[in-house]
């Protein structure tokens, strides 16, 4: 039997190429919708939001031209 490592709780996709982008572009949606809606509450819970956003948004930036 081999070893087999991994982190508990993390999630790796099977996706690829438009489906990847795809993905990325609906995270992106999402957590932006999360800041705008949490700013009135929490604003350092929106300002969390919002620069995974930014993340996800330099990612897509690099993937499609």
Do not use: H, W
């Amino acid at each position: 039997m081999e070893n087999k490592y991994c982190r508990v709780g993390t999630i790796t996709p099977n996706v690829n190429g438009r489906q990847a982008v795809s993905l990325l572009e609906y995270q992106y949606q999402n957590l932006m919708d999360k800041a705008n809606q949490l700013k009135e509450l929490n604003d350092q819970l929106g300002d969390f939001f919002e620069a995974k956003a930014m993340q996800i948004k330099k990612i897509l930036e690099t993937l499609v031209p």
